[in-house]
């Protein structure tokens, strides 16, 4: 009997140029190549998948500040994820294996159940689908709450975008997002919502631009959507003629932005090799709502109700 890869069952879609391939650990989108380019860093299958790259965050995405947060009433104490910073890191699903409930040559839907624990006492299923066509893409997020009492949650991707062969300074950004929130240096919580203006050398990309050496690992919002209410965040490589877009609608309100420099600098493989953007229902440490003078976004699912959101990523 085959043994099953460390990123577990592989699904392959395809459709006219595209191939995509996920991985069920994490429900991850381990590879997405469109006419032979990667458009996001992909990662083997037979390896544990490095970090969050390419997973599906729920309960919630981002990060819980301290692991705690009150709800309903109640405090609660979740497990530490990220433990040199001292946060509860994107949530319960990133590890869980996913089971496919449908599936077909360029689709596939993955499900998992959270199930109660400390930190987290509601029993959460998580439905996600993936499907290719002509216009990219799709993964939709379905959230069913099968406790007794009403639950928060929240969810978005972790895809490390890819526009081409220069390097990530050369890449030009679209964002069209005028607020960026602000967070402390050595934990990332968050400290204040301000305008993009404050630092527009570091923060504005209203006007798409060079990223430069710019570092970023924030979260974005006052989304500006187009005529047809959808936010696009674009990545080009213009030198190469080639980028990548990610697309959602009005259930991502946030959308985090990290240009992926890792501690080690250029020694690492992983460093600036690709450009994550998450778009995100609600905003970091959301569950604590009443820390912050603005709407985090979380979401409260009643007893047996649901919340879905979807995003897509194509070619440029």
Do not use: K
Not at 232 to 238: F, M, T
Not at 243 to 266: L, R
């Amino acid at each position: 009997m085959a043994r099953t890869p460390l990123s577990g069952t592989q699904y392959t879609l395809r459709a006219g140029d595209d191939d995509v391939v996920i991985a069920s650990v994490g429900a991850s989108l381990r590879a997405f190549r469109h006419a032979g380019r990667d458009l996001v860093v992909p990662f083997e299958a037979d390896e544990v998948r490095p970090a969050y790259r390419g997973a599906t965050l729920a309960p919630w995405p981002n990060r819980i500040v301290d692991g705690t947060y009150s709800f309903a009433g109640a405090e609660y104490r979740t497990a530490l994820t990220e433990p040199g910073r001292g946060q509860a890191l994107h949530g319960l699903v990133a590890w869980l294996d996913f089971d496919a409930i449908d599936r077909g040559v360029d689709h596939v839907t993955l499900a998992a159940t959270i199930e109660p624990q400390l930190g987290y006492p509601w029993r959460v299923r998580v439905e996600t689908r993936y499907a290719l066509s002509a216009s990219g893409l799709t993964q939709t997020v379905t959230a069913h709450n099968e406790s007794d009492e009403a639950a928060p949650f929240g969810t978005g991707p972790h895809p490390y975008l890819v526009a081409g062969p220069q390097p990530l300074d050369e890449w030009t950004l679209s964002l069209p997002a005028s607020q960026v929130l602000l967070t402390t240096a050595d934990r990332l919580s968050p400290t204040e919502l301000v305008g993009v203006d404050a630092d527009a050398a570091r923060f504005d990309f209203r006007e798409a631009r060079a990223i430069g050496a710019v570092e970023i690992d924030h979260a974005y919002t006052g989304l500006e959507p187009d005529a047809a209410g959808e936010t696009a965040v674009r990545v080009r490589d213009e030198s190469a003629g080639t980028g990548v877009e990610i697309v959602w609608d009005a259930a991502c309100a946030w959308v985090q932005v990290h240009t992926a420099d890792q501690p080690e600098g250029p020694a690492s493989p992983a460093h600036r090799a690709g450009l994550a953007v998450e778009p995100m229902t609600c905003a970091p440490d959301a569950f604590n709502a009443a820390a912050y003078p603005f709407d985090t976004g979380v979401l409260v699912i009643e007893p047996g109700e649901s919340a879905t959101a979807s995003w897509r990523i194509a070619a440029l």
